[in-house]
């Protein structure tokens, strides 16, 4: 759990700087350059002998929908949404990934589902005004967020605790997929070279810092901390990024808001604390 914490802390600086930074940059481009740099970050841990060609072959394809095909959806949802709407339409992740762990299983598990509920309401309570926001980006943000909550659970099956593989040593694979994905449109694309040319030296450093540290290191957490956490509270802390990204876009990339603002996001936090303990409490059985 704690990598769960950490990873979240992470991301909750990026919303801001893909808005501010990156405008104008082609969504596709950024997908694809964050998971190459990502790639290239694990290659001196990659083990592929360690797995076998099956099981690479099974990673790269859940990185192509966990990280590929989310990157070019959340990345577009930029050119209709604020930043902080873009975190904002992300809160409904825990329910997908109960959802999708419960039909993987073929149970039905009432505690986990209450508890995500209410990490969703936290989430709400700290939504901005939302009057006119275009349905195309809500639409994209949760394409991407059926694409993450897919992608954390396939991990936790195919690679469970008990396996005898290090994260480190096959998290290339995911990577190399999520790569593979983004680099079709950026190779159809005839604008590219283009694109390239008139990167900044800010925008540059902006794509190193998300390519290594929010993409590479921060999803690298997550689905190592998933992978020894409970399903429940995975979920729960898909919306701690949240109320944290917001207040980072406050603190840095938009006026700082009123101290009611304030106070209710604190208090969204208390609530997602509140549905981990809900998804963690220990029962004979879960129904």
Sequence with gaps: MPALLVASLIWAFSFGLIKTQLAGVPPHLVAFLRLALSALLFVPWFRPRQAGGRLLAQLAALGAVQYGAMYLAYLASFA?????????????????????????????????????????????????????????????????????????????????????????DVFAALYFGGALLAAVPVAVDTGMLRALGALTATQIATLAYLGLIPSGL??????????????????????????????????????????????????????????????????????
Excluded: M
Aim: positive net charge; aromatic residues 10%.
């Design 80 to 168: 209709y949404l604020k930043a902080s709407e873009v975190a904002l339409w992300t809160i409904f992740t825990p329910i997908y990934v109960v959802l999708i762990a419960d039909a993987a299983t073929r149970t039905f598990r009432r505690r986990n589902l209450a508890a995500a509920a209410l990490s969703v309401l936290a989430a709400w309570l700290v939504s901005p005004p939302h009057g006119g926001t275009a349905l195309a980006g809500i639409g994209l943000v949760q394409v991407s967020n059926l694409c993450f909550a897919a992608g954390q659970v396939w991990y936790r099956r195919l690679v469970p605790v008990s396996a005898d593989v290090r994260d480190r």
């Design 218 to 287: 921060g999803f690298f957490l997550w689905n190592a901390g998933v992978r020894r956490s409970s399903e429940g509270a995975a979920a729960v802390l898909n919306n701690a990024k949240i109320p944290l990204a917001i207040l980072v876009s406050w603190l840095l990339f938009e006026p700082l808001p009123s101290l009611a603002n304030l106070i209710r996001t604190l208090f969204a936090l208390a609530l997602i604390t509140a549905a981990l303990r809900l998804a963690e409490k220990k029962r004979g059985r879960d129904s």
